[in-house]
């Protein structure tokens, strides 16, 4: 009994030493930091991973618990000089060795092939640019243009062998992704394809050259896969209605499926970019993403708080979208006399919350009173613009702010936003102010939303040509 009790005391300390998961040593001959830092890309960031200290002999030690997932790393001072890695399909268990006068062309690795071939590719292309720099001072400009172009031909090649001859090394496929697709020029029956055809093609194949569902993607500089993702949103499907980018952006989500961190961050980041949009329509979009993800299951990596945050105001947008019809809201002017936003005269009415405290509300809404006041006859328009802080103070500040700005208009009627038929902030989310709505009174439905004065003025040109059809 004795022994068995001495042999359990002997292995518990060891049994509550967990092994790291990775253990990387760096040796930089010359080198006099006191200190390196371990860390990695992320879509368009770079973040900190670990820390390690020179032992004196130019020795940095990284190890821990935390998980390193497949993406490029690097080594970097205080003074922005670094070098970067690879960890893909591999335990982490490396060794790197290098001298203090060139970091990466001198570097030599044990225990990662994977490494290996990424710095036989880097100091193939780095020999390739320095040639251009060494050029630049013995050729004229002609000259160095002409060998200049040589070399990036060379530098092409490079990585088409490259990415030949180690289809499964990380660069390879990190390189493979940057590759433009090759968009056909002719038909099966030889006649040229259009324009609208070869668009067609890029939407249809943008990714082909793009592995969305390996993880290492995540974790790379910003040019290899954030990038191409925010061209395709932004350049690519500019002006295109929600009802061609939904099936889009469920195409490229699904097919990142099986990678986890990358589906993770396309999830949030689209959700996020339409939810920031000030494009109106696209609120739509926002709305469909969270009720296709968030609240279907397919986001468990989130919080339960933030998916609850995001279907609870989903919904409420989806109330508020474009072609809707408005909530009913009844309020009180200066008078106390009661307003109706479903029995307002005219064909459409403006509707606004907004407060003289706000900033943006004391800068947009006289403009967006001067439109008005030049549109309200030719089109037959109302407004009905709520005061969103009701407070005693503040109403002081907004008659003040009326009768300063002259905004007397008998179709412009200013509310009180202390007493209504229903929760207003709670029915419309106002969370920020000025917000801004057009309604067309006959069905009661939006026509435009996240107006300033700008827009309502073009809103209201396009309604006049409309009128005079």
Excluded at 306 to 313: G, L
């Amino acid at each position: 009994m004795k022994r068995l009790l001495l042999a359990i005391l002997i292995l518990l300390p060891l049994a509550g030493m967990a092994k790291p998961t990775y253990k990387i040593s760096l040796k930089i001959d010359g080198n006099n930091d006191s200190m390196m830092l371990l860390c990695f890309y992320y879509a368009q960031s770079e973040r900190i991973m670990d820390t390690a200290y020179n032992d004196g002999k130019g020795n940095f030690l990284f190890e821990g618990n935390d998980t390193l997932h497949p993406g490029l790393y690097f080594f970097t001072n205080n003074r922005n000089r670094y070098v970067e890695f690879v960890v893909y399909n591999e335990k982490p268990n490396f060794k790197f060795h290098t001298d203090n006068r060139s970091w990466m062309m001198n570097m030599k690795v044990k225990g990662s092939r994977q490494n290996e071939i990424f710095y036989n590719y880097q100091r193939a292309s780095e020999s390739l640019y320095r040639e251009i720099e060494d050029h630049k001072s013995q050729l004229d400009s002609a000259a160095l243009a002409e060998f200049t172009a040589t070399q990036h031909q060379r530098i092409d090649s490079l990585k088409m062998d490259f990415i030949t001859r180690y289809p499964e090394a990380m660069i390879s496929k990190m390189m493979a992704s940057t590759k433009d697709i090759d968009v056909p020029t002719e038909k099966e029956d030889g006649s040229k394809t259009t324009p609208r055809e070869r668009y067609d093609y890029v939407m249809d194949h943008y990714f082909d050259n793009m592995p969305l569902d390996d993880d290492f993607l995540i974790r790379t500089p910003k040019a290899v896969f954030y990038q191409r993702v925010i061209d395709y949103i932004e350049k690519y499907m500019r002006n295109w209605p929600p009802e061609m980018i939904c099936p889009k952006l469920d195409a490229l989500i699904d097919r990142a499926e099986p990678a986890e961190e990358v589906q993770k961050w396309l999830i949030y980041k689209l959700t996020d970019y339409y939810l920031q949009s000030n494009v109106m329509v696209y609120d739509e979009v926002y709305v469909h993403l969270v009720q296709r993800y968030f609240a279907t299951g397919k986001a468990p990596w989130f919080s339960p708080s933030m998916i609850d945050e995001q279907i609870e105001r989903a919904n409420k947008w989806e109330h508020l979208l474009v072609g809707r019809e408005s909530p009913e809201l009844i309020l009180f002017d200066t008078n106390h006399y009661a307003y109706s936003l479903h029995r307002m005269k005219g064909d459409y009415t403006i509707l606004i919350f907004w407060s003289p405290t706000c900033g943006h509300c004391r800068e947009i809404i006289p403009a967006v009173y001067k439109v008005f006041e030049e549109y309200q006859d030719s089109l037959n328009m109302t407004a009905f613009a709520i005061l969103s802080e009701p407070d005693e103070a503040t109403i002081v500040k907004w008659k003040k702010f009326l009768a300063d700005h002259k905004m007397t208009s008998h179709k412009w009627v200013n509310l009180n936003g202390g007493e209504a038929n229903v929760d207003w902030r709670e029915v419309y989310d106002i969370t920020t102010t000025p917000q801004i709505y057009m309604i067309e009174n006959k069905n009661h439905t939006f026509i435009a939303k996240k107006l300033n004065a700008q827009i309502l003025r073009e809103i209201c040109k396009s309604l006049t040509k409309q009128s005079q059809q």
